[in-house]
Structures are given as C-alpha cells and as structure tokens.
C-alpha cells in the first residue's frame, strides 16, 4: 500500500504561482498529477517516473507546470505558474509502482485532494 497526502492548495489570484506537493509513504515507480473542475472529466496532465525523473507534460499545462520528483524526500512536487481561471479544480497526485505509466493507464493510489482557486 502507498499513502499520498498532498498539501499547498489555496487560491491564487490569474498570473500567479503556487506549489502543491504530494507525499508518499514508500517507493512509487512513477506519480502523476490529476486534477478535476466540477461538471468537467477528470484530467490527467503530468506525470513523471521517479527514478528517471522522465516527464510527459499534456498541451493544457505544458511550458506553464513542472512536475518534479525529490527521491529523498519521497515528495512529488507540482509548481505551477501563470495560473489561468481554467486552472482551478482539485487536484490529486497518484502512483504506480509498477507497469505502464502514461496518463491514462489506472493509478493505482490516490491522495485526498487539494483545491486550487484562481480568481481572475
């Protein structure tokens, strides 16, 4: 079993930055950050593999998100920048660890969620 608990949503106002971090209980082969807005499917939209540090970004979040991964620390991180309106959701990190790793393979764990809002 692998724990996820994520923190650093909150509201940021469009420009802006924040960091959401995720923390994991054990070794994860590779994380991913979800997130979903109400009455929206949920998206998957970075992911990397944690010893590699290989990252697949998708076209809503590319050149604006980095995801990055410290194996010390066991801590998936997600710094995002020049946040949109369209931004705000919850968002979830998951993990595998094992298996194919793209976004839209099953994830096997999930964290609670953290809420980000982006006033505009």
């Known amino acids: 079993q692998v724990q996820l608990v994520e923190s650093g949503g909150g509201s940021v106002q469009a420009g802006g930055s924040r960091r959401l971090s995720c923390t994991a209980s054990r070794y994860t082969y590779c994380m991913a950050w979800f997130r979903q807005a109400p009455g929206k499917e949920r998206e998957g939209f970075a992911r990397?593999?944690?010893?590699?540090?290989?990252?697949y970004y998708a076209d809503s979040v590319k050149g604006r998100f980095t995801i990055s991964y410290d194996n010390a620390k066991k801590t998936l991180y997600l710094q995002m920048g020049s946040l949109k309106p369209e931004d705000a959701a919850m968002y979830y990190c998951a993990a595998r660890i094992s298996g194919v790793c793209s976004l839209q393979a099953e994830y096997n764990y999930w964290g609670q969620g953290t809420q980000v809002t982006v006033s505009s």
């Open positions: 990397i593999y944690t010893n590699s540090q290989n990252t």
